[in-house]
């Protein structure tokens, strides 16, 4: 549940909101905390991190997670980029949930409209992630809105508003090259 008391001052990041106001040890924090499911039916496990996600079935891969809609003109110009660096990068995995209201069928139309060849989620059954994220990153929902995780989980970007290509790849390239 998403409360005002939950929310951070404006300016403070997922990364620096992970562990506060938290007892809870590195071991609990490893279980599963979220199950998220593909257009397609493909499980996504997520788990917290000291300072990012875990995803499992994405080890060790560049995640760039991002909150779209249908009806966004920024979030529909990304599309074509996305599916070019999922195209170009085996290390790179996106995920993107959609949060403009298309369930599983509208948004299975919408891929194969568009040729999206990467990991799409309704926001149907999952509002519980889309809260936490919500809270963890300060996120009031303009869209679209962009975290960047490193190979190792770390959240390094996060970012509101629309991104360019030039800028995506390099975002790649950072989180990619980050030791």
Not at 17 to 22: K, P, R, S
Not at 72 to 98: G, Q, S
Request: glycine share 6%; hydrophobic share 40%.
């Amino acid at each position: 549940v998403v409360t005002t008391q939950n929310r951070k001052p404006v300016g403070v990041s997922l990364v620096d909101t992970l562990d506060e106001n938290t007892s809870t040890t590195i071991e609990e924090k490893k279980a599963t905390l979220f199950r998220l499911t593909t257009i397609d039916g493909k499980k996504l496990n997520i788990s917290e991190m000291e300072n990012g996600l875990k995803f499992e079935e994405l080890k060790n891969k560049v995640i760039i997670l991002v909150f779209f809609g249908y009806r966004c003109p920024p979030c529909v110009r990304e599309i074509p980029t996305l599916i070019e660096l999922t195209n170009e990068h085996k290390d790179l995995a996106i995920v993107a949930i959609e949060v403009q209201g298309y369930n599983n069928e509208e948004l299975k139309a919408f891929a194969l409209r568009k040729n999206i060849n990467y990991n799409l989620i309704s926001s149907d059954n999952h509002m519980d992630f889309i809260s936490y994220i919500q809270v963890k990153a300060n996120w009031h929902g303009s869209i679209p809105f962009l975290l960047g995780l490193s190979p190792d989980g770390e959240v390094k970007i996060v970012h509101t508003g629309g991104v360019g290509k030039n800028a995506l790849e390099g975002a790649y390239q950072d989180l990619i090259n980050i030791k």
